[in-house]
Nanobody, 129 residues
Framework: QVQLVESGGGLVQAGGSLRLSCAAS????????IGWFRQAPVQEREFVAA????????NYADSVLGRFTISRDNARNTVYLQMNSLKPEDTAVYYC??????????????????????WGKGTLVNVSA
């Protein structure tokens, strides 16, 4: 089993930056990939970014490309999401998810998302205009 705990959310003005963290614990050696999703009120869950746990594969949603950067620190078992140039439409609860077999590219598939092995409880990001 793997546990995921997100942190770093908060209130920020448009144009500002935040860095989210996802701390993984438990059997992290079993992970293939880890990523971020978000869900705004009355909207569907949306893929944001994903990264290989022990390789260099990275995948971003078009909506965040050039503004968000995903990275990992395996020594700390932590994945980060650096969010710059934030917009009000980035407001959402951000969730961390991980999988033992899926690579980062599969995180964009709705059907694959539903089968990801582990999910965190989320952290709220609120971007004011």
């Amino acid at each position: 089993q793997v546990q995921l705990v997100e942190s770093g959310g908060g209130l920020v003005q448009a144009g500002g930056s935040l860095r989210l963290s996802c701390a993984a614990s438990g059997h992290t050696f079993s992970l293939r990939s880890i990523g971020w999703f978000r869900q705004a009120p009355v909207q569907e869950r949306e893929f944001v970014a994903a990264i290989g746990w022990s390789d260099t594969a990275i995948n971003y949603a078009d909506s965040v490309l050039g503004r968000f950067t995903i990275s990992r620190d395996n020594a700390r078992n932590t994945v980060y999401l650096q969010m710059n140039s934030l917009k009000p439409e980035d407001t959402a609860v951000y969730y961390c998810a991980a999988d033992r077999s899926a690579g980062p590219t599969l995180y964009q598939s709705k059907s694959s998302q539903d089968r990801l092995d582990y999910w965190g409880k989320g952290t709220l990001v609120n971007v004011s205009a």
